[in-house]
C-alpha cells in the first residue's frame, strides 16, 4: 500500500545514527544541507521527470535534454543558485549533456592553461553561458596518444594568425561531448607548427558557430557521430565529429600559459612543465572518482533495498521465504560493493584536496608534486572507474531478472556509467602511467631521492633495487604485471585514505564504528581477492588466508542489520535513483505492475502488426499473404 514503509523493520534494525552518517556521506553539515534541499528541489518539479525517457527516440531524447538543460538554468538564475547549488542542481538533474563538458571541461581548460589576459575575456563569456564549449581533443585516429594528434595550428606571421587545419580523414576531431549540434565553441588540441618547426600539441580555442543563427562558421563541417552503446540517456549527448578546412583564428587564440607564440613568430616555452597541456584531464580525472562513488552508491542502494524486500525459498511451515539479503552468498557479492562506495567517496575526498593543493603550488610554479598528482588521478580514476562498471552490473545481476527491467533504473545506470573507463584516459593506459611513475621511483631507490607521500613505503621494498636495471628494459615486456603492481598501488592508497577517515573526529552513534567494519571488509575483500599474490609473496600464510575469509563472513553478519540504514545513509530521493527496485517505502511489486502498464507496447490490447503478420500466421494463410 502507498505510505506504507516497508522497510521498516529493516530500518528499526539500526545500529547507529543514520541522519549522522548522512553528514558524513555529504562531506560536512552544510554539503548535506545544500545537497538535501537541492536533491528535492529536483525530484518536486515535474521539469525534471525522467521516467519516460527510455519510451524516447533519439531526436526526442536529444530536444528533451535541450529543454532541461534550459530549464535547469532558468531555475538557476530564477533562484539566484549559487554556483555550488548550480552544480548540485546540474547533478541531481542526472542527465548526460552538453553542460557536463562546458562545466566539465571547457571552463577548467581555460581556467589551466589560459593567461590572466585569456582567463578575463573567456570565462565571463562562458559562466553566463553566453557561448557553450567543447573539449576537442580526441581524434577519429588518435584518442589515448595524445602527441600523435594529427589537426595542426599552422602560425601565419603575416596576418599574426594560426590556420586551423584537418589534413587527413583520421585528423577529424571525433568524439567530443557536445560538439556535434551544440557548441559554439571548442578548446581544440592541435600540433603547433611555428616557422615550420613543430612544437608539439597545444589547445586553441576557436569558434564552431554562429552566435547568430547557430550555422557552423566557414572551414567547419560538423555533426554527431551517431548512436552509442545501448538505449541509454548517453545518447542525448552529442558526441560530434569535426573537420577544418584551413580555419583561421587570431593569435590570442592560443591557450598561453604554458608556452607562447609572439606576434614575430617566435616560440617561448615557459618554465612550467609542458604537461600542463594535460592539466584539464588532471581536473577532471579527480572528479570522475567521486563520480563513482555516487555511481556505486546508487546502484548498491538499489541492490539492498530490494535484497531486503525480495523473499525466495526457505519458508518454514508456511511462514514467510527468506529474505534474499540473508543469504551469505547474497551478501558476499552487495556488501564489498557497498564498502567500495564508502572507499571510493573518501579516497575522492583526499584526491580533491591533493589537486586543490597541486593547483596552489602550480600557481606559485611548484611542481614537485604534479608526477604524484598525475599517478594518483590517473591511477584511482582507473580503478574506481572498472570497479564500479563492475559494481553496477553486478547489483543488476543481484536484483534478478527485474535487474534487466528499465525501470529498475541499473541498466542506464550501467550504459551511462561505462565509457567513464575509456573517457578521459582508457583505463590500461592510466595504469601504464602509474606503472611508469612506480618504475621511476624504484629507479631512484637508493639515490639521496627519497620516496615520498603516497609512495613513502616503497623504501621498504629495497629488494626491487637489484632488479631495476631490468625494469628500463622489460618496462614493454612487463607491462601486463606491472599494470597490477599499479592496481595493487592504487588499492592500497583506497584502503590508507579509509584508515585516515577513521582515524578523524567522527560524530554520530555507532556512525564511526559502522565504517571501521566497512573499512574492513574492503581491506578483507581485496585480501582474499588477490590471495594467491599475498601467498605467493609470502606476505600471507594459509592459515591467514582462512582467519581473513572466516573474519569477512563475520563482518557481513555485523553489516547486515545496518544495510538498509547504511544505504539511506546517501540520502538519495526515488527520482534521482530512478528505480522501482530501490524506492525508499520498498513498495516494489504494485509499482512494478503498474508501470507495466504505462509501457507504449499495451496502449492497444491487439498489436500494430496484427491482421498484417500474425493472423495470416494463425490462419495458415501465409501462402498468399505479401510478406
Ligand atoms: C555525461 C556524464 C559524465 C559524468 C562524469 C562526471 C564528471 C566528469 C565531468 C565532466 C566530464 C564529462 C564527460 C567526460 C567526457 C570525456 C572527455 C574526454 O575523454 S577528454 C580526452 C581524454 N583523453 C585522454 O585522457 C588521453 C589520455 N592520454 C594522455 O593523457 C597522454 O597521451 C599520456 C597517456 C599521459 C601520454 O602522454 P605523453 O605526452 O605521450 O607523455 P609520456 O607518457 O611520454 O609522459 C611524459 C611525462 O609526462 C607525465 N604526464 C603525462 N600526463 C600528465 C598529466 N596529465 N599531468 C602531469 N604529468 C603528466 C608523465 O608521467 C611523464 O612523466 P615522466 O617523464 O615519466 O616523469
Ligand atoms: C562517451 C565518451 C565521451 C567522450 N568525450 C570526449 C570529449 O568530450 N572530448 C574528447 O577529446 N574525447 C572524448 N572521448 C574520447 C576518449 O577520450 C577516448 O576514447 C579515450 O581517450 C580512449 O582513446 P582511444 O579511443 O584512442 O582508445 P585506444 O587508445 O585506441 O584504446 C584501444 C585499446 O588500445 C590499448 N592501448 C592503447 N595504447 C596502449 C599502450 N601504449 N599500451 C598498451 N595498450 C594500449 C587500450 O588499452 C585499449 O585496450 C569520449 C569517449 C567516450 C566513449
Not at 587564440?253 to 592539466?279: A, F, N
Not at 533504473?409 to 611508469?436: D, H, I, K, S, W
Request: glycine residues 8%.
Amino acid at each position: 500500500m502507498e505510505g506504507v514503509d516497508h522497510l521498516a523493520h529493516e530500518r528499526n534494525k539500526s545500529e547507529f545514527d543514520v541522519d549522522a552518517m548522512k553528514i558524513v556521506w555529504a562531506g560536512s553539515p552544510h554539503a548535506f544541507v545544500v545537497s538535501d534541499r537541492i536533491s528535492k528541489l529536483v525530484a518536486s518539479d515535474p521539469g525534471f521527470r525522467k521516467d519516460n525517457r527510455s519510451t524516447l527516440s533519439r531526436k526526442e531524447l536529444f530536444k528533451n535534454t535541450l529543454r532541461k538543460a534550459a530549464y535547469a538554468w532558468k531555475t538557476i538564475i530564477d533562484l539566484h543558485l549559487s554556483e555550488e547549488e548550480a552544480a548540485k542542481l546540474r547533478f541531481y538533474v542526472d542527465e548526460p549533456a552538453f553542460t557536463d563538458v562546458h562545466w566539465g571541461m571547457f571552463i577548467p581548460a581555460i581556467k589551466g592553461q589560459g593567461t590572466e589576459e585569456q582567463q578575463q575575456k573567456w570565462l565571463p563569456l562562458a559562466y553566463k553561458m553566453q557561448i557553450i564549449g567543447c573539449y576537442a581533443q580526441t581524434e577519429l585516429g588518435h584518442g589515448s596518444n595524445v602527441q600523435g594528434l594529427e589537426t595542426t595550428a599552422t602560425f601565419d606571421p603575416q596576418t599574426d594568425e594560426f590556420i586551423i587545419h584537418s589534413p587527413t580523414l583520421t585528423s577529424s576531431k571525433w568524439w567530443p561531448g557536445g560538439l556535434g549540434k551544440v557548441a559554439t565553441h571548442a578548446i581544440a588540441y592541435a600540433l603547433l607548427i611555428v616557422g615550420g618547426r613543430e612544437q608539439g600539441v597545444h589547445g586553441f580555442i576557436v569558434q564552431l558557430r554562429s552566435l547568430e543563427d547557430h550555422s557552423p562558421l566557414p572551414g567547419m563541417t560538423v555533426g554527431d557521430i551517431g548512436m552509442k552503446f545501448g538505449n541509454g540517456a548517453y545518447n542525448a549527448m552529442d558526441n560530434g565529429v569535426l573537420r577544418f578546412d584551413h580555419v583561421r583564428i587570431p593569435r590570442n587564440q592560443m591557450l598561453m600559459r604554458v608556452s607562447q607564440v609572439t606576434c614575430e613568430g617566435k616560440y617561448k616555452q615557459s618554465d612550467v612543465p609542458r604537461q600542463l597541456v594535460y592539466g584539464a584531464m588532471l581536473y577532471v580525472r579527480q572528479t570522475i572518482v567521486a563520480d563513482a562513488s555516487c555511481a556505486l552508491s546508487r546502484a548498491v542502494c538499489i541492490a539492498t533495498r530490494y535484497s531486503a524486500v525480495r523473499r525466495q525459498f526457505g519458508s518454514q511451515n508456511g511462514g514467510p521465504e527468506t529474505q534474499v539479503i540473508d543469504y551469505k552468498t547474497q551478501q558476499s557479492r552487495l556488501f564489498p560493493l557497498l564498502a567500495s562506495a564508502y572507499a571510493f567517496r573518501f579516497v575522492g575526498e583526499w584526491l580533491k584536496w591533493l589537486y586543490a593543493d597541486v593547483t596552489q603550488r602550480l600557481q606559485a610554479n611548484d611542481f614537485s608534486t604534479l608526477p604524484e598528482a598525475h599517478a594518483c588521478t590517473a591511477g584511482l580514476k582507473s580503478l574506481t572507474t572498472t570497479a564500479t562498471a563492475d559494481g553496477i552490473e553486478e547489483c543488476r545481476k543481484l536484483c534478478g531478472g527485474h535487474g534487466y527491467l528499465c525501470s529498475s533504473g541499473l541498466p542506464e545506470l550501467f550504459a551511462v556509467y561505462v565509457p567513464a573507463c575509456t573517457y578521459e584516459g582508457e583505463n590500461t593506459v592510466l595504469l601504464l602511467q602509474v606503472a611508469r611513475f612506480l618504475m621511476k621511483t624504484v629507479s631512484q631507490l637508493g639515490s639521496s631521492k627519497k620516496p615520498v607521500g603516497t609512495i613513502a613505503y616503497m623504501t621498504r621494498v629495497e629488494h626491487l633495487m637489484q632488479c631495476r636495471c631490468g625494469v628500463q628494459r622489460g618496462f614493454a615486456e612487463l607491462s601486463a604485471d606491472l599494470v597490477e603492481a599499479a592496481v595493487a598501488h592504487c588499492q592500497l592508497l583506497v584502503v590508507s585514505k579509509f584508515i585516515e577517515k577513521l582515524q578523524q573526529e567522527i560524530p554520530g552513534k555507532g556512525v564511526k564504528q559502522q565504517l571501521e567494519v566497512l573499512c574492513n571488509i574492503y581491506a578483507l575483500f581485496l585480501l582474499h581477492k588477490h590471495q594467491g599474490d599475498f601467498l605467493s609473496t609470502g606476505c600471507i600464510t594459509p592459515k591467514h588466508a582462512a582467519l581473513a575469509n572466516d573474519e569477512l563472513r563475520s563482518l557481513y553478519s555485523q553489516v547486515r542489520p545496518n544495510a538498509i540504514a547504511l544505504v539511506d545513509a546517501f540520502n538519495y530521493t526515488d527520482h534521482y535513483l530512478g528505480s522501482i527496485l530501490g524506492c525508499y517505502d520498498g513498495n516494489v511489486y504494485p509499482k512494478l505492475y503498474e508501470a507495466a502498464w504505462k509501457d507504449p507496447l499495451n496502449e492497444s490490447v491487439v498489436p500494430d502488426g496484427y491482421h498484417q503478420y500474425i493472423r495470416p500466421l494463425l490462419k495458415q494463410e501465409i501462402r498468399t499473404a505479401r510478406l
